[in-house]
């Protein structure tokens, strides 16, 4: 299933349903690989910003600089919905984060079915955020599964998979655009084999399972009194979003880039033990100690700590809590 040759046949009709960046980048696959995108389905524009303006989502400017018509309902139900995706006459829907979940009469409306580009080796890390949790949990490889939709969350049968290894500095940002390209790489030599009959569709393990949740603020503030090595994976899998935190005197600041640092801190968790523009901020956790090389201060842009020292934004014997 890993090492499929790409095929020949003739295009087919697909609808691309999809809302960020990632999804962004296998939607320009499609285009740039020369598929017939005959509609894109997205989510409705939602304020942003300071001034809490109306944005739309990323795949809506490629689509419309392309001449794709684009579908923005709250949801994706309903006798108008349904007639409007209809009129797109889609053989097959692509579905890469979205962001809503596809009622089983949504699912089965193309010719060929609908099939997701999920950022994981399913059937670890169904769920929303399996980057995030490829990180955090340590895992030493991840990649991509092209799938066939049904309705229960991130469980249809196989087509294709592609992996890679998670770089021991990796976060998910970093993470996700490279996922984002192995998963129109793939989604694209998968589409050979659906149009072509050719596909060979594996069922998933259900006893091997593992789920990725959504990740939000309060989940990812750092616990200290954990072992230094567990709060770096922490910060890496929350960067850039939804950003480990923690407070200091009172004020919320962002961690980022962090170090596992061979110090020994003879200090409760969380207390500041090093504050030097030239050495580093070194942290005192449950085991060990961690350096932080990147900060984002409440109300401040992001910054190397060097400069957050400087300015006098932390000292030592403080204590993050």
């Not at 790409?6 to 598929?35: H, N």
């Not at 996700?176 to 390209?181: C, D």
């Not at 596992?260 to 200090?267: T, Y």
Request: charged content about 25%; overall charge negative.
């Amino acid at each position: 299933m890993e090492k499929a040759a790409a095929g020949g046949g003739d295009a087919v009709r697909i609808v691309f349903w999809g809302t960020p960046d990632f999804a962004l980048t296998v939607l320009g696959a499609l285009l740039e690989g020369g598929r017939d995108v005959v509609g894109v389905i997205t989510q409705p524009d939602r304020p942003a910003g300071r001034g809490r303006k109306l944005q739309p989502p990323p795949v809506k400017s490629v689509a419309a600089e392309a001449g794709v018509p684009v579908l923005q309902p709250e949801k994706p139900h309903g006798e108008e919905f349904m007639r409007e995706f209809a009129g797109l006459e889609p053989d097959v829907s692509v579905v890469a984060a979205y962001g809503q979940i596809l009622k089983a009469e949504v699912l089965e409306l193309p010719r060929l079915g609908s099939f997701n580009v999920h950022a994981s080796l399913l059937p670890e890390l169904r769920g929303a955020a399996p980057v995030n949790w490829a990180i955090i949990r340590g895992h030493t490889e991840t990649g991509v599964t092209i799938m066939r939709m049904v309705e229960q969350l991130d469980a249809g049968p196989m087509v294709l998979k592609a992996r890679t290894g998670i770089a021991a500095n990796e976060t998910a940002g970093s993470l996700m655009e490279r996922l984002a390209e192995l998963g129109a790489a793939t989604l694209l030599e998968a589409l050979e084999l659906i149009e072509t009959g050719r596909a060979v569709e594996e069922e998933q393990n259900e006893d091997e399972a593992t789920y990725a949740p959504k990740l939000r603020s309060e989940d990812v503030r750092v616990d200290w009194g954990r072992p230094a090595e567990e709060i770096e994976r922490w910060i890496r899998g929350a960067d850039p979003v939804p950003a480990a935190w923690s407070e200091l005197e009172g004020k919320r600041v962002r961690l980022f880039a962090p170090r596992v640092h061979d110090l020994d801190a003879d200090a409760e968790p969380g207390v500041v033990v090093v504050a030097d523009p030239n050495t580093g901020l070194h942290v005192a956790t449950g085991s060990g100690t961690l350096c932080i090389d990147e900060v984002q201060p409440a109300g401040k842009r992001r910054m190397g700590t060097a400069d957050w020292i400087r300015g006098r934004g932390v000292t030592g014997g403080q204590r993050f809590v």
